[in-house]
């Protein structure tokens, strides 16, 4: 059909279907091959998935798994219909060797693209950065990231996207007697700079205990404190290199950041042990920033119970959360839990022993392009 279209419809076409049929049609023929291929295909293909996806299905959720019963391993999966096992992607092919003396951090997912630390000894330096996309399967591997932490003060890391300059950016946060010091990876320059960190010493601001980053609005969300233990939202804006603080409603130690369709989001979860039926209960309360910026626009969505200690990895656009309990017929199952209609559904979906985070993730061909430097690989990268 391609011989006998002008190019620019073809180009329309493509446009328009999903990321993985675009792939294939790669093999068709030369000319699509090299139309698919080319840079400013790929950036159409990632606008005009931006710009249709609020009218579109939800993403699919990216789940991370470890074990470490036996030899270190891990384990992504993809969920593209999260409420049934029909659609669901088992063992994505991992670049990621499993080995003792390194373990892998998933931070977060941008446009299709997977950002994963390779941490070293006890998670106190980093070995290498891998920026990854699991469809195409290509990875670029930054260059070494001088920063390191201490016993008493972690590594805390982000990843983002500069949507006027086009470019994704990698951030290590580090403390030194009471210093930070901040280093940004540009994607596109290909380079690490070291950034001020006077912001963060200014505001005595100290980051939750292994934070989990949250990337929306062009800024990475961190859970923190300020003088005086005031609970805290850091942000980071990608743009302008820029720190800034957002007050947070809950309690910080078992909450977690979260995004509700292009809301900022968070849960924060509380157990206590029923001294009558000696059985766990939490409780949890769903906050949303209805006004981005806006400290009062903070409200309370959801409150409910729920049997056991239940881990919540995700949340659906609709409300619906993704979680984990390990007290559903003695096994660790995947399920959904509706705050609204205070229904659970099971998915049959088995979660290996430790399954703390999903991220929201969106097929795309960003590092499809040689120009971007990405390197192919089979299965693993010793492969």
Known sequence: MSDYLPEEIVE???VRLPP?????CRATCKRLYYLINSPGFISKTLSYTLSTRKYSSSPGFLLSQYSVRGD???????YFDPYT???YTHDIPSPFRNDKSSHYLLLDSVHGLVCVVQLGCYGYYTDHIYIWNP???RYIKTQKCSMKGSIRDMLVFGFGFDSIRNDYKVMVIARSVWKFKVQVYSLKQGIWSDMDGQWLDSNVVSFTDNPTQRFLNGVIHWLGTGQNDEKLIIGFDVFHDSFKAMKFPGDLYYSKLFQIGETLACVDHRFCLNGGSQKWTSSFDIWVMKDYGVDSSWTKMYCFEFQGIPLVLGIKEDGDLL?????????RELLWYSPVNRVMKRTGVQAIFCSKHVWTYMESLTLMDKESGAISYKRHLWE
């Open 20 to 24: 993985r049929a675009v792939v294939r």
């Open 135 to 137: 469809l195409i399967k």
């Open 72 to 78: 270190l391993s891990y384990n992504y999966s993809l």
């Open 85 to 87: 096992v029909d659609d």
């Open 323 to 331: 979680m984990v309990n390990s007290y559903v017929a003695n096994k």
């Open 12 to 14: 329309q076409i493509l």
